[in-house]
């Protein structure tokens, strides 16, 4: 399986940038690019909101409505990395992220429920 770690995480100020990276060690016999990666963040008091999908090989991708326009998701496999640049932060913004792996094959914004494997998660902080 895949041992997924964050990083990039930290205090910006609103309308700022931060490019977050998710990187997988792979177990043998297991390998990045049979895994979708979604990317997450936390809802106090609840799960985690799906904000991005990206698919196997990087050819379909989803955003929730929140964050579309503003973030971008995409993957190298030779790196075994996946990444999420957001731009035109916001303090609402504001949350840890998590990134995570499946390996169902559908296209849509991402679901917790559908994930089993995740990172320990990065603190994403907006303000001035």
């Known amino acids: 399986q895949l041992q997924l770690v964050e990083s990039g995480g930290g205090l910006v100020l609103p309308g700022g940038s931060l490019k977050l990276s998710c990187t997988a060690s792979?177990?043998?016999?297991?390998?990045?690019?049979?895994?979708?990666i979604g990317w997450f963040r936390q809802i106090p008091g609840q799960g985690r909101e799906g904000i991005s999908y990206i698919s196997r090989y990087g050819k379909a991708t989803e955003y929730a409505t929140s964050v579309k326009g503003r973030f971008t998701i995409s993957r190298d496999n030779a790196k075994n990395t996946a990444y999420l640049q957001m731009d035109n932060l916001e303090s609402d913004d504001t949350d840890i992220y998590y990134c995570a792996a499946t390996k169902s094959r559908t296209v849509a914004v991402p679901r917790e429920e559908k994930y089993n494997l995740w990172g320990q998660g990065t603190q994403v902080t907006v303000s001035s």
């Open positions: 792979t177990a043998s016999g297991y390998s990045f690019d049979e895994y979708g």
